[in-house]
């Protein structure tokens, strides 16, 4: 996984969709936030592409930002589209496929 750590420059307006880019067979991410209290980093994901299930021990919110993901959350399928947000809580076994390449944003909260 190719992966920046470049943080938002203050008082300008993004588009999020925009601020990473797709790479061929590749999941590509984006820190904009590495708190102590929490996280958000932007993926963008190739085709074909995922992330094997693990845990957090902390709830996540995905936020499809293009196209339509899959995430796997305790073993049920969630294919959320552009636009939706999906809650992953804490604990619970999940991953994250790209049946067609998407982008997300994924916000952690620590606490």
Same mark, same amino acid.
């Given at each position: 996984?190719?992966? !920046? $750590?470049?943080?938002? *420059? &203050? *008082?300008?307006?993004?588009?999020?969709?925009?601020?990473?880019?797709? $790479?061929?067979?590749?999941? @590509? /991410?984006? *820190?904009?936030?590495? %708190?102590?209290?929490? /996280?958000?980093?932007?993926? $963008?994901?190739?085709? +074909?592409?995922?992330?094997?299930?693990? !845990?957090?021990?902390?709830? *996540?919110? @995905?936020? =499809?930002?293009?196209?339509? +993901?899959?995430? #796997?959350?305790?073993?049920? =399928?969630?294919? &959320? %589209?552009?636009?939706? !947000? #999906?809650? =992953? &809580?804490?604990?619970? &076994?999940?991953?994250?496929?790209?049946?067609?390449?998407?982008?997300?944003?994924? !916000?952690? =909260?620590? +606490?």
């Amino acid at each position: 996984m190719s992966k !920046t $750590a470049e943080p938002m *420059a &203050p *008082a300008q307006a993004v588009s999020l969709a925009e601020y990473v880019q797709y $790479a061929a067979g590749s999941i @590509v /991410s984006r *820190a904009l936030v590495q %708190k102590p209290v929490g /996280s958000i980093t932007l993926f $963008a994901f190739d085709a +074909g592409q995922g992330l094997n299930e693990h !845990t957090a021990p902390y709830d *996540a919110y @995905v936020q =499809i930002l293009d196209g339509e +993901g899959e995430v #796997v959350i305790g073993g049920q =399928i969630v294919n &959320p %589209k552009c636009g939706e !947000t #999906v809650l =992953i &809580p804490a604990n619970v &076994p999940h991953a994250v496929n790209a049946r067609q390449r998407f982008k997300m944003l994924l !916000t952690m =909260i620590r +606490g």
